[in-house]
């Protein structure tokens, strides 16, 4: 398969309320996790840091531009591969240990990393079977509630278990943005990883109901609207009361 230069790992583009996407367009788009960077007066916020097979302080330099918190949503592979390479770095205590201890097997790299979830390979020495993320220890350890503060925004934390026991989500009540991590995205849901959870996932859905976001930022998928966001919810719990 084609190799990439790290050049061209990277997408990056600038979206509304200081908020800048940056992917990884070569994996495919189910795997594929969204980074989100968010511009603060004081400090800038990262929420996740993609698969790690491109260092990103090398190659988007605007992570570096300013003193930034690297927030991990939960610490799946796809969400936390360059968080070592940032001195601030925050997640759930639920998830602590994780970050700090990472395997193939706890970040999910096993079963998922292989050559097919690429379009294009990373460039040399890249190899799937090889994939690990490097361990990251938090600096900071989040619970619900808490709040990232960047000067002029303050993102408050909500715990949203579910997907897995420390996903969080960052509400910006001032402007209604949301970043919402697995546990809601618009695209298909992961309700089954080994330590997912349904009672928390359903909580974590009536939870999320409740609040009045105008955009949300996901963790796959673009971007949606605070009234798709409601739908999207709203039929997610029509389903499993029909499962029930
Ligand atoms: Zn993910
Ligand atoms: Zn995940």
Redesign the pocket.
């Known amino acids: 398969m084609r190799r990439i230069a790290p050049k061209d790992w990277y997408q990056v583009k600038r979206l509304d309320d200081d908020v800048t996407y940056i992917c990884e367009p070569f994996i495919q788009e189910f795997y594929r996790c969204n980074i989100w960077h968010v511009r603060g007066r004081d400090r800038d916020m990262l929420v996740d840091s993609g698969m790690g097979v491109v260092s990103l302080r090398e190659w988007v330099p605007l992570v570096t531009e300013r003193k930034l918190t690297a927030v991990a949503s939960?610490t799946?592979f796809?969400?936390i591969g360059c968080h070592h390479e940032f001195d601030c770095r925050a997640v759930h205590a639920a998830e602590a240990e994780l970050l700090a201890h990472p395997t193939r097997i706890n970040t999910?790299a096993d079963p998922y990393v292989c050559d097919e979830i690429f379009d294009a390979l990373p460039p040399e020495p890249y190899a799937s079977t090889a994939y690990a993320v490097k361990a990251a220890p938090a600096t900071i350890v989040l619970a619900d509630g808490d709040h990232i503060d960047l000067g002029d925004r303050v993102f408050e934390v909500i715990h949203t278990p579910g997907?897995?026991p420390g996903?969080i989500a960052l509400w910006e009540e001032r402007t209604g943005v949301l970043f919402s991590?697995?546990i809601l995205y618009d695209g298909p849901l992961?309700e089954d990883?080994y330590h997912a959870n349904a009672d928390d996932y359903l909580a974590s859905m009536e939870r999320l109901l409740r609040i009045p976001a105008r955009i949300v930022h996901g963790?796959h998928f673009p971007s949606f609207s605070g009234e798709r966001y409601h739908a999207l919810i709203k039929d997610w719990l029509a389903e499993k009361e029909k499962t029930i």
Do not use: W
Request: hydrophobic content about 15%.
């Open positions: 939960h799946h796809d969400h999910l997907h897995s996903g991590g697995d992961i990883t963790g």
